[in-house]
């Protein structure tokens, strides 16, 4: 139980640490841009890693092996539809990501529900999943910026770091 509340606190800052980079950089050169792109979902393959790792490894956790290689495609992709297309490639592959990053955070939350804190990493993947619908259909519009995609990772830190009080408070309670 330590290992996942502690695994949802790094979760939520390193992308706090993303966010403040966005923020920081922005106006970015597309450089910084495609970087930080290509970062997010780069992070979100190793935490799915390390996350497995603590959790039975990834044989036991097919979900989250398959949401790792998928976010390590999506590093690449982004780098290449960024190289390509601009900031409207890469938003296109990060919000094809974010959509199935979102459903797949969405199993992962209600396989492990006896756990606790994971409404939120339920509604976590529902809300990603729905962001994802939107980057892609405002990538081939007026495709949003870095700074534009943000909050996606503001709302994402803030449902890690929910589930990680609710798991360091039900800790509490329990050994009452």
């Keep these: 139980m330590n290992s ?3 695994f949802y606190f790094l979760r939520a800052g390193v992308a706090a640490v993303w966010i403040a980079l966005v923020v920081m950089t922005a106006p970015a050169s597309p450089a910084i841009t495609g970087a930080l792109l290509f ?3 780069a992070w979100d393959a190793v935490a799915n890693l390390i996350d497995s790792r603590r959790n039975g490894g990834l044989r036991a956790n097919p979900g989250q092996a398959f949401n790792a290689l998928v976010s390590v495609i999506t590093a690449v992709a982004i780098a290449v539809a960024f190289s390509l297309r ?3 490639g890469g938003v296109l592959v990060f919000g094809a990501w974010a959509l199935l990053a979102g459903l797949f955070q969405l199993a992962v939350g209600i396989r492990r529900r006896k756990l606790g804190g994971q409404a939120f990493m339920m509604i976590s993947g ?3 999943a729905l962001a994802g619908i939107h980057f892609i259909i405002q990538s081939f519009a007026d495709a949003p910026g870095i700074v534009q ?3 996606y990772a503001g709302f994402g830190a ?3 770091l929910l589930s990680g009080l609710w798991l360091t408070f039900r800790k509490v309670q329990i050994v009452r």
Excluded: H, I
């Design 4 to 6: 996942l509340r502690n």
């Design 39 to 41: 970062l997010y979902p």
């Design 86 to 88: 601009g900031n409207a």
């Design 126 to 128: 529902v809300q990603s």
């Design 149 to 151: 995609l943000a909050p």
């Design 158 to 160: 803030v449902y890690f």
